[in-house]
């Protein structure tokens, strides 16, 4: 049973930085990713990362402001948060694609290519 528990969320003010952390059980060394939903809009793909660590993927709006890292010993996701910015609140959801995909190519982006999701950590930031 694969299982992803999400925590780390908080308040920020605006250039703060906050890190989220997912604990993952049930699989391992598949393309992983986080992503946000604002509400009222649509859940977006922020950062994806191959089963290796080997590489990152980020969406254009969080480039050089968040960092995706793993380990694979303690089968854990991280998005270090750097910078924030009022339009970063929303609520944060870890995402893992099926059992023995590690890469996902440019699809990362594309909610319908994981299997399972966490619950959510919200993330408020404020100005």
């Known amino acids: 049973q694969v299982q992803l528990a999400e925590s780390g969320g908080g308040s920020a003010q605006s250039g703060g930085s906050l890190t989220l952390s997912c604990a993952v059980s049930?699989?391992?060394?598949?393309?992983m990713a986080w992503f946000r939903q604002a509400p009222g809009k649509e859940r977006e793909g922020v950062a994806g990362?191959?089963?290796?660590?080997?590489?990152?993927d980020y969406a254009d709006s969080v480039k050089g402001r968040f960092s995706i890292s793993r380990d694979n010993g303690k089968n854990t996701l991280s998005l270090q948060m750097n910078n924030l910015k009022p339009e970063d609140t929303a609520t944060y959801y870890c995402?893992?694609?099926?059992?023995?995909?590690?890469?996902?190519?440019?699809?990362?982006?594309?909610?319908?290519?994981?299997?399972?999701w966490g619950q959510g950590t919200q993330v408020t930031v404020s100005s």
């Open positions: 995402a893992t694609a099926p059992s023995l995909l590690s890469d996902i190519g440019e699809s990362w982006r594309e909610s319908r290519q994981y299997w399972y």
């Open positions: 049930g699989v391992l060394g598949t393309y």
């Open positions: 990362i191959t089963g290796t660590g080997s590489r990152s």
